[in-house]
């Protein structure tokens, strides 16, 4: 193994363990559901990218397995894909079962309107 | 390459620092979401062993972890709104 | 109920099977075999839910090459802009808090590509979109955003949709 890769899969990877560490921090001292879940996203995409970079790069050219490489991509993916629906569903499902963001003085237009109570919802 | 290791241990220390908000949580989302980054970190961490050890069958199980470990975070959302 | 067609059906296939074969990994006969039979089934069944327009809609050359264009450029710099903003917030001593839900508008017509700019505005951190709904003949999103610098609807769309919605607009419509 070369000297440069080795070097370029470690600043990947301390990269992904900075924003990971961001994220934890982020959801332990968020003060309302609303802003941890803001912070789950960081976990969940940038993180990620990094690692899934780092995995690919380490799976094709050093241990030369083209499958791992490719199960490493598809790990990503399907993260990438999930991780938006649920953040859709829970928020929707905390708001509906009576949390309320934690500023008073901002908009809050989703209490305003109550689309959840009309019909038509797409 | 001893960084993966490191960086395995990390996330699953990480993981363990999530476990503050699924214990104490004071709603349940709360510990919906915490439950769902942990799953995450819990699937990186066995990638990067998997990717340290050289061995095939740690990835499948990140892999079915990726895939499936969506669907009880759903579930829990749908009962949050009272349509299941 | 819509109906299962047959362009549908060689479509799903089509996807299962390429996961099929990336999964696996081989390229042995009785591998291929299975994996046939196998995706035949579950596309028979599934494809009525999987595609909801016409089969083979993303491989026509112009959207192709938006798509790819998308994933590539346009989406990775939204993100990198608004990751770093949200990490620094998370390490300071004392989090600035601004939070707030915002309306706004959507002009994008097709399905797949209001829940493609909604899954986009969720990923991009510091926005959540929480519900999408009609309002007197126009389409709203209600997003969750942590730092609310305006709170007009138009404005707010542009500085939060930024050069997605127009790239969206130009993969699905």
């Avoid at chain 1, 949390?99 to 309107?113: A, V």
């Amino acid at each position: 193994m070369s000297i440069a890769l080795r070097i370029i899969i470690d600043i990947l990877l301390v990269v992904s363990c900075g924003f990971a560490l961001a994220g934890v921090l982020g959801m332990l001292r968020m003060p309302d559901v609303f802003n941890r879940m803001q912070t789950s996203t960081i976990i969940s995409v940038f993180w990620l990218l990094g690692l899934m970079v780092a995995g690919v790069l380490f799976a094709a050219l050093v241990m030369h397995s083209g499958s791992a490489a490719v199960k490493v991509v598809l790990i990503g993916l399907f993260f990438v894909l999930t991780a938006p629906v649920v953040g859709h569903a829970i928020s929707r499902a905390a708001y509906i079962s009576g949390e309320r963001p934690y500023t008073p003085l901002k908009p809050d237009k989703y209490g305003e309107d109550k689309p959840y109570d009309k019909e038509g919802i797409i | 390459m001893i960084e993966l290791l490191i960086a395995a241990i990390f996330f699953a220390l990480l993981a363990l620092m999530l476990f503050y908000r699924l214990a104490f949580g004071p709603t349940l989302a709360d510990r919906a979401i915490a439950g769902d980054a942990i799953e995450m970190l819990a699937a990186t961490s066995l990638l990067c062993y998997a990717l340290y050890s050289g061995r095939g069958i740690y990835l499948d199980i990140s892999l079915v972890v990726a895939i499936l470990g969506f669907i009880g975070t759903l579930l829990i959302a749908k009962y949050l709104e009272g349509s299941l | 109920m819509r109906k299962t067609t047959f362009p549908k059906v060689a479509a799903t296939f089509v996807v299962c099977y390429a996961f099929w074969i990336l999964v696996t990994w081989s390229l042995a006969a009785q591998e291929l075999i299975a994996g046939a039979v196998v995706c035949l089934a579950v596309a028979l069944f599934t494809a009525r839910f999987f595609i909801h327009d016409k089969g083979f809609l993303l491989l026509q050359p112009r959207r192709l090459f938006a798509l790819i264009f998308y994933c590539l450029v346009v989406f990775p710099g939204e993100l990198l802009r608004a990751n770093v903003n949200v990490a620094r917030r998370a390490f300071q001593p004392k989090i600035p808090l601004n939070s707030g839900i915002v309306k706004v508008p959507v002009h994008v017509q097709s399905t797949y590509g209001r829940a493609m700019l909604a899954d986009s505005i969720t990923l991009t951190p510091g926005t959540i979109t929480m519900e999408c709904a009609e309002d007197e003949g126009q389409l709203y999103y209600y997003i969750h955003w942590l730092d609310v610098l305006e709170e007009d609807p138009d404005k707010a769309g542009d500085m939060i949709k930024g050069r997605m919605e127009k790239w969206v607009r130009r993969i699905w419509d």
